[in-house]
């Protein structure tokens, strides 16, 4: 079966310092993967997609980056968080394994800009 | 680009009370999915429709892919306490890669 994880769970940050957010996907190979913010526990938003290593797509101009160093790895970055950072980060996959045109979510992870 | 309306916002119910929510959008999909967001969580798969006018079931879950492709419905039957959380309707084309949530619609049962 497939599983995902993302880390860490939370996290607080100063205005300016760097982010670093990973994901991992196991049990399936070449998977799509999602990093989505949510703010004030409401709507999801996308951010990055990528179909592959090395290929992001970003959904919205931000502070914020991604990189696919692995087939099954994904990273969410930063240079330097604003307060408008802060949120609850959401990792998910697609693909091989997964029945149909669903995602799956990692567990999320609380980002604190202070 | 797509407009994408879920609704109602947020509901307030008496434990047992019947839920009903919904979709529009001002486009057609192939693929209706329904998520159930428990707090502090990732979202989690309720049901997958992939079908115009497909009426599915999962337990006292029961979700309706419209005839015209654009909406979708949720209802839950009997709630109880453990249906609180936020549900998300997430409509796709069957082709692309992207999966864009609609704001959700934020249940609170009271017992």
């Known amino acids: 079966s497939q599983t995902i994880h993302q880390w860490p769970a939370t996290l607080v940050q100063p205005v300016g310092s760097p982010l670093s957010l990973e994901c991992t996907v196991e049990?399936?190979?070449?998977?799509?993967l999602y990093w989505y913010r949510q703010a004030a526990g409401r709507g999801l938003q996308l951010l990055f997609y990528?179909?592959?290593?090395?290929?992001i797509s970003s959904e919205v101009p931000q502070n914020l980056s991604a990189s696919r160093p692995q087939d099954r790895q994904f990273i969410l970055s930063s240079k330097k968080l604003l307060l408008s950072d802060s949120g609850f980060y959401l990792c998910a996959w697609n693909g091989q394994g997964a029945p149909g045109n669903t995602i799956y979510f990692g567990e999320g992870s609380w980002l604190t800009v202070v | 680009g797509q407009q994408l309306n879920q609704s109602p916002q947020s509901m307030f119910i008496q434990e047992g009370e019947d839920v009903s929510m919904n979709c529009t959008s001002s486009s057609i999909f192939n693929t209706w999915l329904w998520y159930k967001q428990d707090p502090g969580e990732g979202p989690v798969l309720l049901i997958a429709?992939?079908?115009?006018?497909e009426l599915t079931s999962n337990g006292r879950l029961t979700a309706q892919f419209g005839i015209t492709r654009k909406d979708s419905f949720l209802n839950i039957s009997a709630s109880i306490p453990s249906d609180v959380g936020i549900y998300f309707c997430?409509?796709?084309?069957?082709?692309?890669?992207?999966?864009?949530f609609g704001t959700g619609t934020s249940l609170t049962v009271i017992p």
């Open positions: 049990g399936t190979s070449n998977p799509n």
């Open positions: 997430v409509p796709h084309r069957g082709a692309g890669n992207q999966f864009y």
């Open positions: 990528s179909v592959g290593i090395g290929q």
């Open positions: 429709l992939y079908k115009a006018g």
